[in-house]
């Protein structure tokens, strides 16, 4: 099955940036990632998605300020994230969807300073 492995999050001060990566793994074929993320005390609300048909969504709390982008002959999807707030502060989680299943990564933590 499908494995995702995610990296980059970290302590940012406000108005700082951050990269987060999300490589998967396996034998795939037409997979489509996302990032997600679970702040304290909320549940888990999309922040992204790239399909491999070129669409994009963006959580309007993100919008001018993430962008999602891919690299596909590495399977990997990364979300730059720039500006960053205190509110963004969550475990962020990639999310792929692969021949109709779905799969998650481990989370990465993001804490933003203010």
């Known amino acids: 099955q499908v494995q995702l492995l995610e990296s980059g999050g970290g302590l940012v001060q406000a108005g700082g940036s951050l990269r987060l990566s999300c490589a998967a793994s396996?034998?795939?074929?037409?997979?489509?990632m996302g990032w997600y993320r679970q702040a304290p005390g909320k549940q888990r609300e999309l922040v992204a998605t790239?399909?491999?048909?070129?669409?994009?969504n963006y959580a309007d709390s993100v919008k001018e300020r993430f962008t999602i982008s891919r690299d596909n002959a590495k399977n990997t999807v990364y979300l730059q994230m720039n500006s960053l707030k205190s509110e963004d502060t969550a475990v962020y989680y990639c999310?792929?969807?692969?021949?109709?299943?779905?799969?998650w990564g481990q989370g990465t933590q993001v804490t933003v300073s203010s």
């Open positions: 396996g034998s795939i074929f037409s997979i489509n």
């Open positions: 790239f399909t491999s048909g070129g669409r994009t």
């Open positions: 999310k792929a969807v692969h021949l109709g299943r779905l799969y």
